[in-house]
Structure formats: C-alpha cells, structure tokens
C-alpha cells in the first residue's frame, strides 16, 4: 500500500508544503488562525485514483483501510513534513557507511601488499 501525504498551506498567493517553511509573520497569522478556529482548512483525499473531501465522503471498506493507514503511520512516526530533494544529501547515512567500510578494506590490503613486498 503507497501511502502519500501531502501539506499545502497558502499565505498570501504563496504555496508552503509545511507549517516550518512558512516566514516569521506567515507562521505567526497561521497559528493564530488554527488557535482561532478562523481558518479555512480544506481536505482532499485520493483513494485508488478516487478523490473524497473528507473521510466520511468515502465508501465503509476504502474508509476502515484509509483510518487504518493514518493510524498506522501516525503511530509509527510517518507522518512527517515532505523533505526538500534538492537538499538531501549524496548519500544515505547507511550508504556512507558502506562507503567507509569499503575504502578502510581497500587501505588495509594495500598496506598488507606493501608490507608483503
């Protein structure tokens, strides 16, 4: 199952993905706005190429697995705002380990070669 969440927030005819990208005054009016209960929240849900607006819109089975997988990725920590690709690193920290790993093998047998000469 492919769960893909996503956050639009839009301030002034700008578009942020996350409540941490917004500027200073932009998350100040946000926040005050969710306190408030003033904002206009909208929801769309896309639920095997169908589209709901809120959960209840949605048929008793693809609804159970839909409050399943929010639960389940809620619970484990899924749910967390969409990185910046374009600032992710090279590599990921298990493949810089590997990295490491392979580079101190190639060192200690070219000193094994060099001792042995």
Do not use: C
């Amino acid at each position: 199952m492919k769960v893909n969440l996503k956050t639009k927030i839009k301030y002034n005819g700008q578009e942020y993905s996350s409540v941490e990208e917004l500027p200073p005054e932009a998350r100040s009016a946000y926040e005050k706005a969710i306190a408030a209960e003033s904002a206009t929240i909208s929801t769309k849900i896309v639920f095997n190429e169908r589209e709901y607006a809120s959960p209840e819109q949605m048929p008793p089975a693809e609804r159970q697995l839909y409050e399943d997988a929010m639960k389940l990725a809620h619970d484990s920590g899924g749910i967390v705002p969409a990185r910046n690709e374009t600032g992710a690193g090279l590599l990921t920290p298990g493949q810089w380990r590997l990295v490491i790993l392979f580079v101190t093998l190639v060192f200690i047998a070219l000193i094994v070669l060099l001792l042995n000469r």
